[in-house]
Structures are given as C-alpha cells and as structure tokens.
C-alpha cells in the first residue's frame, strides 16, 4: 500500500494491489482498469444488476442486494470507476466510460443477458442510457429517482467551467461538503448514520475529486432529457419509483421522467428521500421482487 501525503491532499491511498487485497470483495481487470464487485443468490437465478449514483459507491444497495439475492434472484453491484474501491483511471467520466464499464464487466463475469437493471440517481440514467443503447441485452429496467432533469445550480458554474478553480474548491472544502450533501438524499438523516460515515473511505483514495469532477463537467447529471424520451420509445418494461421528499431530484422532476416514460409503471414511497430503497427498503424491495419476477 502507498500513502502519499501533500498539503491539503486528503487523497492519500493510491489504490494498488497490496490495498486490494486487504478490501472485502472481488475485482477484476476491465478495459480502463479494476472493478470492484459482488454478486449474492443462486447462480441460475435471474440477474439483477444494481448501478449506483453519482458518488455514492456499492453500499447504496446495502438493504436491497442481499434480500433479493434470498428472493432468487442472481444479484451482482459494482463500484463505477472514480468510486469505491474501483480504479480512477485518468479518463473523461462521462455516458461513454459508464457504459462500457457495464458491457465489460457482464462479459468478463459471463453473465447471461438479457440482464434486469435497477439504478439509483445517476445510476437510473446510466442504466436507461445502457437500455437504449442496447436494448437486447435489457430485460426489465428499475429507475429510482434517476438523475439527467436537473437545472444546473449557478454555484457549479466555476466548478464545471473553471478547471482549477474546481480543483482548489474541492481539495479544500470537498472533504466537508460531499460528505454533507450525502445526508441531504435522507429524509432522516439521525436514522442511517452510516450513510454518511460509509462514503468517507473512498475519498482517501487518489484520484476521487478528479472523477467527480470529471462527471459534473461532462453535464451528465444536466442535460440528458433525449435520453428519456429515447427509452420512452421503446418496448422494455420500466419501473419508476420516486421518494415522495426527494430534496436532491425533487418529486416535480420525477412526473416529467414519468410523462417521458408512458411504458413505466410509476410508485411514489412515502416517507422517503432521494434514496427510498435505503430508507424504506421493507416496500421498495417488494416491488422490484414483484417486477422482475
């Protein structure tokens, strides 16, 4: 394991194979380098492939991917590259690296297609990205409050905009306000103090902040409504869940995702933030099951 020690640089674990190996789960190498995964339940079972947000890495699913693995099914989560205990490979971190990251790592891990896809946040627009791009490998498609209908806040405008300026602000401040912005997806934060206690390991790992940065400059977050209106032309079964108080993406973005999606049969949880399968996965969990079987 290297440790690197700058000033202000709080990145100071470079991911290599002697800090792999003291990590719980498995990797395998793909096009643009190691990825992180897991993968529970039956291996006839139908696959069910779980796609995180924009940074919050596998423990996303942390109340959903063990109990769908019991229900039967084939359960598999990831860490995108830039997350987690994946590589941050120096590369732009957009719909194309996202995509191909998934394509790899199903064919590298064999698995039969057509595959169920269930994302959250950014992770719902990736897999409605990898849905419309290719569609004989979908089987079913679960969005939870998907990401891709934001208006672009005026204070990422030097982040997006000014490249070291973007650099400065988060090498400062970011090791405070990602973290904070985590707890902003709960709608009770004092309940789930792992949510955020979870995120802060892979901000020592180098390359973190150059990843996140790399995503909001691309404006994947900001700028994909075509992507919508694509998958609503199709034919693959889509469910749409939304948490009713939704800070992040709030519930008026989700019914235009659902007026671009007529196909989608579209919940509402109550009770619920950005992440509604982590705070109310005693629901969330029996309508995937219901889905995909």
Sequence with gaps: MTRRRFAFNRETIQLDDSERASIPGSFIKLTDGYTWYEQAGPINGKPVIFINGFSVPHYLWEHTFQPLADAGFRTLRFDHFGRGWSDRPDVVYGPDLFDRQIVDLLQALHIE??????????????????????????????????????????????????????????????????????????????????????????????????????????????????????????????????????????????????KLLPQANWRVIEDAGHVPHYERPELVNEMLIEFIK
């Design 113 to 258: 297609t057509p595959v169920n896809l269930v994302g959250s946040s950014m992770g719902g627009l990736v897999a409605s990205i990898f849905a419309n791009r290719h569609p004989d490998l979908v089987d079913r498609l679960a969005l939870i409050d998907p990401a891709g209908m934001m208006n672009l806040p005026v204070y990422l405008q030097s982040l997006l905009l000014t490249p070291i300026l973007g650099e400065l602000i988060l090498a400062l401040s970011g090791h405070r306000t990602l973290p904070s912005g985590m707890a902003g997806d709960l709608l009770y934060p004092e309940r789930f103090p792992q949510y955020v206690s979870d995120y802060l390991p892979q901000m020592q790992i180098e390359g973190f902040r150059r990843a996140i940065l790399s995503t909001l400059r691309t404006r994947i977050l900001f700028n994909s409504r075509s992507v919508y209106e694509q998958l609503g032309q199709a034919d693959i079964p889509t469910l749409l869940l939304w948490g009713r108080f939704d800070q992040t993406i709030p519930l008026t973005i989700g019914e235009e995702v659902h």
